[in-house]
């Protein structure tokens, strides 16, 4: 099969001809379209309330939310369609919607907005587009909805995107106009010259429409309750994908390139109970596990060496888990990979016990990283007299990070790395609240020709990583149901492989 892009109608090599004749036949005898969309979304009235929070706090302003558009990957071929984050949060579309579309919130007078989806509509069936647009047309890629059906299905205001930069642009010297300017460059761009044209000062864009994405990434640092559901199917299909890629191991292990078995296994469930993954997976055997991010996963695995898997479900409506186990791929730790493991899992364990509504997220790093310090300093690694205070000292220490270079958390919702526009004061030293969602992920490294490791542990790298939601008087870990000391993560490989 083939599309026909506008380089390779220039070439005419695969051109064909379009007669009137076939056109009208193409065109005619189809039965009325069945709707796309029959009732509203579950996430309409959370989206809806999510807007009314921006809206609150940019009264009078007109606040512009692009999906982005695709992405050629090669000539007439696009990546696969993923809408910026903020969009996705603002409207509570999902998985490849919408390319193209725009979310704009018109300024009311009574201070409150107006939300409108501007987006490309589907093409009525005497279109051209409905059979001989390889990009957006009915034949090649499906229905998209109309007018009608976003409408019914957001409870919002819809019109034609090719509205959207007039109505965007035409008072842009007396209305404060913000853009999210990363989602979708080219419009940016288009946005920013008729800006200007009616009377906006080049030097105000930028600086304004910062604003507006810093206040959507870090408004999504509280979790709803729609969020957290998401988030826990999330864990539940990773949780399944993990069991698959336990199952997978022998396979992995007879075949070769046992990393790419793995990751590809987990693929499988992804794609088959979600989106797909939510960042390329790690699935790290041995050595490769002190390669923090490797996703190459071109190597084998052996029996005998422990498997570092980094891996997590996106589901449909985008959000993440992003869970770390590390398996003996043989079901059981040797003695040395058994008291890497424990440290680690001991700091995790402190990790998890600080999360809570009242400290900071950088109390669970400091909680985390103690343990690790403490078990460095007890296996003599740290230098000659640096005690486990003087490691932890944020100016003159740090010894530890030779072994774990990494943080213990970040936030973890629609991005993997979430609300990564927030400052310092509102991410790292900022006093953790009912709702948000981090992960806990300490680890050490030992890599094989590390000469300052002990031998025993040369070639061992171990994460444990979990999913957790900070809740009135603690926290509850979403993950839980994935076991994760030594003894259990034996039996349940044991267990999976009916061993
Ligand atoms: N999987 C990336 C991370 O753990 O942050
Ligand atoms: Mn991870
Ligand atoms: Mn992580």
Known sequence: MDRVSEEQKQADNRARATTDELRAFIQEDWAPRRPTVTERAPSAEYAAARRAVLSAAFPRQRLVVPAGGLKVRSNDTDYVFRPHTAFAYLTGLGADREPDAVLVLEPLDDGGHEAVLWFRPLADRDSDEFFADARYGEF????????????????????????????VAKDAGEVTVRVVRDADLELTARLDAARVENGATEESLAESDDALAHFVSHARMCKDEFEVEQMREAVAATHAGFEAMIAAMPEAVEGGRGERWLEGTFGLSARHRGNGVGYDSICAAGDHANTLHWIKNTGDVHEGELVLIDAGVEVDSLYTADITRTLPVDGTFTDAQREVYDAVYAAQQAGIEAVKPGNRFSDVHAAAIRVIAEHLH???????????????????????????????????????????????????????????????EPGLYFKADDLKAPERFRGIGVRIEDDVLVTEDGCENLS????????????????????
């Open 140 to 167: 090649w890629v499906g229905a998209r909805p109309t007018i009608d059906d976003v409408e019914l299905e957001l409870g919002l205001t819809a019109r034609h995107v090719d509205g959207l930069v007039d109505a």
């Open 480 to 499: 839980a149901a994935m076991p994760r000391s030594a003894d259990e993560v034996e039996a349940w490989v044991a267990r999976v492989q009916q061993r």
């Open 378 to 440: 007890a296996w003599g690694l740290l230098p000659e007299g640096v005690s486990v205070e003087d490691t932890l000292d944020k100016e003159h220490g740090q010894y530890h990070r030779r072994w774990m270079v990494h943080g213990t958390s970040h936030h973890l919702g629609l991005d993997v790395h979430d609300c990564a526009l927030a400052t310092r004061e509102e991410y790292m030293d900022a006093e953790l609240r009912p709702g948000m969602v981090l992960t806990v």
